[in-house]
């Protein structure tokens, strides 16, 4: 079974910190990882997946198989990072659709 | 581009009432999708419709059902409303599920409250 676990609710940093959210997940086969963001007042929209490996916004998120996770990083907060981040997991084969973890609000303080 | 449309956006419900949550995507998407969204227990997966004509059961289907009217529209419909079904209900599109991670497409979201 998919799981994905974000084990902070809420996570508050200071502006030109630097922030980590969590992320660990349970999948047998082979995952594809993302992380969603949700603004204030916007809807739902992909941030970034794993295999783009790309930088969105300052952030990067790095697959770790033997962890299982796939924390988001960014080196100095800023103040419109705050929102709502969620991580999602889908398997690379076969049809699954996303399973989102519980999310975590960031919240920076300036 | 409109993308992922969905109504009512707000809508207050009686217990027992019914009532359906309309989706249409204009993406040419092959995979829809509904999620509901409460505090503290983040987007959880009701119905999906991985392609026209199918659609299975997500994490919490209960009290739920789906129509998949053609390509572009979903829907998804409350037979007898209760107070649990109290939530944020959010539509959304892929061009497929899971495979090469296809990018899902969100709607702005469905307020509806059960009293």
């Known amino acids: 079974a998919q799981r994905v676990t974000q084990p902070e609710k809420l996570l508050s940093v200071f502006k030109g910190a630097p922030v980590e959210l969590k992320c660990n997940y349970s999948y047998s086969g082979s995952p594809e990882l993302f992380w969603y963001v949700q603004y204030s007042r916007q809807r739902l929209q992909l941030l970034l997946r794993h295999i783009s490996r790309e930088s969105i916004k300052g952030f990067t998120a790095d697959l770790n198989k033997g962890e299982t996770s796939f924390h988001l990083k960014k080196p100095f907060a800023q103040e419109e990072d705050s929102a709502m981040y969620y991580c999602?997991?889908?398997?690379?084969?076969?049809?699954?659709?996303?399973?989102f973890g519980k999310g975590t609000r960031l919240s920076v303080i300036a | 581009n409109a993308g992922v449309t969905q109504t009512p956006k707000f809508q207050v419900l009686k217990t027992g009432q019914s009532m359906t949550l309309q989706c249409a995507q204009d993406m040419n998407h092959n995979s829809m999708y509904w999620y509901r969204q409460d505090p503290g227990m983040g987007l959880r997966l009701i119905y999906y419709?991985?392609?026209?004509?199918?659609?299975d059961k997500g994490e919490v289907p209960n009290g739920y059902n789906v129509s998949r009217l053609n390509k572009r529209e979903f829907s998804l419909r409350l037979e007898s409303a209760a107070p649990s079904q109290t939530s944020v209900y959010f539509c959304?599109?892929?061009?497929?599920?899971?495979?090469?991670?296809?990018?899902?497409?969100f709607g702005e979201g469905s307020w509806l409250t059960v009293v």
């Open positions: 999602a997991l889908s398997g690379y084969s076969g049809n699954t659709p996303l399973v």
């Open positions: 419709s991985a392609s026209e004509g199918t659609t």
């Open positions: 959304a599109s892929s061009e497929g599920t899971g495979g090469d991670g296809n990018t899902i497409y």
